[in-house]
């Protein structure tokens, strides 16, 4: 299995902004469909934002659409999650995962029984 580590996680206000990185152990990102997940309590794992291995077409749920950004630094082999406007109901666990599943379904990387491969997570509160 490989071995992810994500970092960034913390208590914001809402409207405030955190930026996540998911940084890969002993293996290069570029090939792999690449996703970020959220966990919230009593809640099941839900994608945020994915980028496809094949076409490197980035998604988004319709919850975090406008609001939050993936950027992949090949330079620095390390995906961040850019959120912002962050709202007490993105209180979440959030992961990065990476598959080499493919499917032909759209925005199949956001469904997370596609992945094998998580990282830790990080843990977002938004509250005032």
């Known amino acids: 299995q490989l071995q992810l580590v994500e970092s960034g996680g913390g208590l914001v206000q809402p409207g405030e902004s955190l930026n996540l990185s998911c940084a890969p152990s002993?293996?290069?990102?570029?090939?792999?469909?690449i996703g970020w997940f959220r966990q919230a309590p009593g809640k099941e794992r839900e994608g945020a934002s994915c980028?496809?291995?094949?076409?490197?077409?980035?998604h988004y749920a319709d919850s975090v659409r406008g609001r939050f950004t993936f950027h992949n630094d090949k330079a620095e082999n390390t995906v961040y999650l850019q959120m912002t406007s962050l709202k007490p109901e993105d209180t979440a666990v959030y992961y990065c995962a990476v598959t080499t599943r493919y499917s032909m379904r759209e925005a199949y990387c956001l469904l997370p029984e596609y992945f094998a491969s998580w990282g830790q997570g990080t843990q977002v509160t938004v509250s005032s």
């Open positions: 002993g293996f290069i990102l570029d090939g792999y469909t």
């Open positions: 980028m496809s291995g094949v076409g490197r077409r980035i």
